[in-house]
């Protein structure tokens, strides 16, 4: 045995001196004194060690030191227990009233229960986490969960000295780890998994709350007070962006927006526009989105395989600027049509028709009416150069099928030879490029719809005329109506008269297959002396008539004087025919 | 047991210094024997080269081992404890203690941690071979029998199961067809405590044979065939008069 027996039990005697010895050594990092007791010169001191039995029970409250929390330094302190497990486990309190129940559902139940092996866990309250404030409600917030499995193996107990020196020791019952509660506002975890897949692409991080809190704010907008919103944006005025500039595309909205699995990224995007305004109106909204700092993945080639794209204009073919590009593109066009048209008188005398159309067409999509406009500078071209097909042939669903062609180069390049070869005024640039008036180009597109609408009516009973032109096309026969050009279809010559019949249409078909629309612009009012309509009609009797040599393909409705020939056929046909069918 | 108390922070502020000492099970087991008084035993705490050592030495009389009905002669619980005394580094650590009336007072701030350990010699490691050999047994066990069990699953004229069964039947005789008022009043307030009964439950309450039964419910009710509450009776809807899930009534019509 060990040890100095020095001192005996009466050795719970302890003064004040010792006492406070051990409060002084009540810090960390300070190594156990000696208990010097009196004169004692041993090295070693006694201390009665007692377990009471004390109705408390202790508990461990375990806070991390990174978490660098003082407890000396509180104030006030509330703890209570963290019943929110409650509602999880006790759901099966259903309603408890006669309404909707069943006699005996409980038993039935539970013996299903059992029969399944089903086990549920109780609701213990003493194994539930803690909540602890500290310092009241502006305070630290912690989060006490029980560590399990303390009291399994070996006992813990707290030894404490007591004024006589005696050591007790109490039982510890439990042992609960405390972490500190944010109190700012956290992605949730299917937020933070998005914002994780995104993560080398997002270089502004701010903007991930700011958007969650923008869409929180659209959710409760309702409900709301100004003044909450107001407190929220204060809040988040220290890192968001001044300034109501927004920069986005489309891609920008689809990406950032994803969050909610209900909006699209057309969604986000009207919702973040209606903030917008709503944030322009309260004019303290902080929200840019910062696109231009995030580094956003290119689009895919693949992208716009499927969007027509108005080739006379030099814009790219994003759907907004579709919308920009309309506008734009209206203004050049009329101006190509003032250079292209050879008599002004034409487009003057068919701009009171135009503009009354043009109104009409402007209620349509924004698609179509470029579209439409384009069709219209074309139809508005007295030279009827075919080559207007290929320019309209770009947009896709919207493009009317007459104009079907393959989009290359040689339009634009078509084009431009065309013009410089019937007028040879004509600048060598495309008319695109060169702005004009809005009041021609809405002669021109009232004159596209015009003639389209007409071509629609005559081919209302017949099938869907489609034409198609083949890139390279013959020169037309001795009609000497058109001159052969490059990439185009025939052209037609400058000032030849021309009878609308049938073996003018036969030759014109002898080429190649033509759609009405373009049959029709050979046949134009001025040459051959008919009003627009009476061509349709006219054409429509020779096609009906002459089956021998026009024939007709119902299903894909394509004129073709030759049974036998090559078709891109392009299913879009029905989808004008519609749109021709006022 | 709602828990929402303010807490006691005296102890910290007199910043009570405590220490954290992890026992061994049989040496707390021990102490669950002391009196009332309490006292376990002593510890000495010595200083040697400038370190610490604090020892805890048991009482004798807490030293016999009474477990597994082992006489107290053979085993002994060591009596020497070495405390192994580390430094609280990297977390901080407090006592908090409830009462039962729920309140929770922060007794003070652990300054030290230790472990109480044995001093191994032979009697401890008889000891320990103890434990092993406890905590090693199955907890249940197979058992190979010599014979056969022939007590039960004798063939039976009938089993005592059965014959309760028709006894209980006999007395009670065949359901007796009551007036239909009666029945009809039983069924509504049968009714008004739940609204989807099965057959055979109603058959229970009232007693009444099924057929007569059936004819009833079919008068004031109906039989739903599919959907959640499936092969349920339920009142018709000029009869029920269910409010919220709290409060119903059914009238007649």
Not at chain 1, 81 to 102: F, H, N, P, Q
Not at chain 2, 35 to 43: H, N, R, S
Not at chain 2, 56 to 79: C, I, M, Q, Y
């Amino acid at each position: 045995m060990v040890g100095h027996h020095r001192t005996t039990e009466g050795t719970s005697l302890r003064n004040a001196v010792s006492h406070r010895t051990l409060k002084k050594t009540a810090h960390r990092n300070t190594p156990v004194q000696t208990f010097l007791w009196g004169s004692s010169s041993s090295s070693g001191t006694e201390y009665i060690v007692r377990v009471p039995k004390t109705p408390l029970k202790s508990t461990i409250l375990c806070i991390n030191s990174g978490d660098k929390v003082a407890c000396s330094t509180w104030t006030q302190a509330r703890m209570e227990r963290d019943m929110s497990a409650r509602r999880i486990y006790g759901e099966e309190e259903t309603t408890e009233g006669a309404a909707g129940s069943e006699f005996g559902k409980k038993q039935r139940e539970e013996a299903r229960r059992k029969k399944f092996g089903i086990v549920t866990k109780e609701f213990k309250v003493e194994d539930q986490p803690w909540i602890l404030k500290v310092n009241g409600k502006a305070g630290k917030r912690f989060k006490g969960i029980k560590k399990g499995g303390v009291t399994e193996n070996a006992s813990y107990y707290i030894f404490t000295q007591c004024p006589d020196g005696a050591f007790e020791a109490f039982p510890v019952h439990g042992w609960y780890n405390f972490m500190p509660v944010a109190k700012h506002r956290t992605l949730t975890a299917e937020e933070a998994e998005e914002e994780w897949g995104r993560r080398n692409k997002v270089v502004n991080h701010f903007s991930i709350m700011l958007q969650r809190r923008l869409r929180e704010q659209e959710r409760g907008e309702d409900d709301d007070d100004e003044g909450e919103k107001a407190g929220k944006k204060k809040k988040k005025g220290g890192g968001g962006r001044g300034g109501d500039l927004r920069i986005h595309d489309l891609e920008d909205d689809l990406e950032m927006s994803s969050d909610d699995s209900h909006s699209s990224g057309e969604d986000g995007e009207s919702k973040s526009k209606a903030k917008k305004e709503v944030g322009k109106g309260k004019g303290k909204k902080k929200k840019k989105k910062g696109s231009e700092h995030e580094a956003l993945e290119d689009s895919d080639d693949g992208d716009y395989e499927g969007l027509e794209v108005d080739y006379m204009s030099d814009e790219s073919s994003s759907e907004e600027e579709m919308e920009k590009g309309k506008p734009v593109k209206a203004e050049e066009h009329p101006k190509g049509i003032d250079e292209m048209s050879e008599s002004e008188e034409e487009s003057e005398e068919e701009k009171q028709n135009e503009e009354e159309t043009k109104e009409e067409d402007e209620e349509d999509d924004g698609k179509k009416t470029p579209v439409q406009s384009e069709k219209k500078k074309k139809k508005a071209d007295s030279s009827g150069e075919s080559e207007s097909s290929d320019d309209s042939d770009i947009e896709g669903e919207t493009a009317s099928a007459l104009f079907m062609k393959k989009r290359t180069p040689p339009k634009r390049g078509g084009r431009g030879s065309a013009g410089s070869s019937r007028t040879g005024s004509r600048p060598g640039t495309p008319s695109i490029d060169s702005g004009s008036t809005s009041s021609t180009l809405r002669a021109a597109a009232s004159k596209l719809e015009q003639g389209k609408r007409q071509t629609g009516s005559a081919t209302d009973t017949p099938a869907a005329k489609r034409l198609k032109m083949e890139p390279n096309s013959q020169s037309p026969a001795p009609s000497g109506k058109s001159t052969p050009q490059p990439a185009s279809g025939k052209s037609t010559p400058s000032s030849s008269d021309v009878q609308l019949t049938e073996e003018a249409v036969r030759r014109y078909l002898i080429r190649k297959p033509m759609t009405t629309k373009d049959l029709l612009k050979k046949f134009q009012t001025k040459r051959t002396g008919l009003s627009n309509e009476q061509t349709v009609n006219v054409l429509a009797q020779i096609s009906r008539g002459s089956t021998q040599s026009v024939k007709m393909s119902t299903t894909r409705c394509i004129f073709t004087s030759q049974s036998n020939w090559t078709e891109g056929v392009v299913t879009r046909i029905t989808v004008n025919m519609s749109l021709c069918q006022t | 047991m709602s828990e929402k108390g303010e807490v006691n922070l005296s102890g910290v502020k007199q910043s009570n210094g405590v220490w954290l000492v992890k026992v061994p099970k049989y040496l707390s087991q021990q102490w669950e024997k002391a009196t009332e008084k309490g006292d376990v035993g002593k510890i000495t705490i010595k200083k040697k080269q400038g370190k610490s050592e604090v020892s805890f030495k048991l009482n004798a009389d807490l030293t016999g081992l009474d477990a597994l009905g082992e006489k107290d002669a053979s085993l002994h619980v060591p009596r020497d404890h070495p405390f192994t005394m580390h430094n609280v580094g990297g977390q901080t650590l407090a006592v908090f203690s409830q009462s039962d009336k729920d309140e929770i007072s922060l007794e003070g701030m652990v300054v030290h941690r230790a472990e109480c350990r044995p001093v191994v010699n032979d009697n401890y490691m008889k000891l320990k071979k103890l434990q092993i050999k406890e905590s090693t047994k199955p907890q249940r066990l197979s058992q190979q029998l010599e014979r056969a069990v022939t007590t039960v699953f004798k063939p039976v004229a009938n089993h005592n199961f059965n014959v309760e069964y028709e006894k209980k039947k006999k007395s009670e005789g065949k359901m007796v067809r009551a007036e239909r008022q009666v029945v009809l009043d039983m069924l509504f307030s049968a009714f008004e405590k739940h609204q989807y009964y099965n057959i055979k439950d109603l058959v229970e309450i009232t007693k009444q044979p099924v057929t007569y039964l059936k004819e009833i419910m079919r008068e004031i009710g109906t039989y739903n065939s599919k959907g959640a509450h499936k092969s349920t009776w339920e009142l018709k809807s000029e009869y029920r008069h269910y409010q919220s899930a709290d409060e119903d009534e059914t009238h007649t019509s």
